[in-house]
């Protein structure tokens, strides 16, 4: 049972680029998709979730970036409600 438990552990540390298409795999054969269309769009959604968080992680460092330095030339304070 240790092992299991240590097994799923490890999937899930891997992060949701991993997991959630296995997820999806699994769920799309249990509902009767064919196998090969089942891993098809697992591997679409891991990608789309890696691309997404890569333009997520490079808009808020540059953005952030861009913002202090508004703030700094301007004089502006932004507040967020």
Known sequence: MEAL???????????????????????????????????SSGLMLGVALVGINMVIGFMSSTVGVAAQAFVENTGLQLHCP
């Open 5 to 39: 438990a240590a097994f799923f552990q490890g999937l899930i540390d891997m992060g949701a680029g991993v997991f959630l298409p296995i997820v999806l795999f699994i769920i799309g054969v249990i509902v009767g998709l064919k196998p090969g269309k089942s891993a």
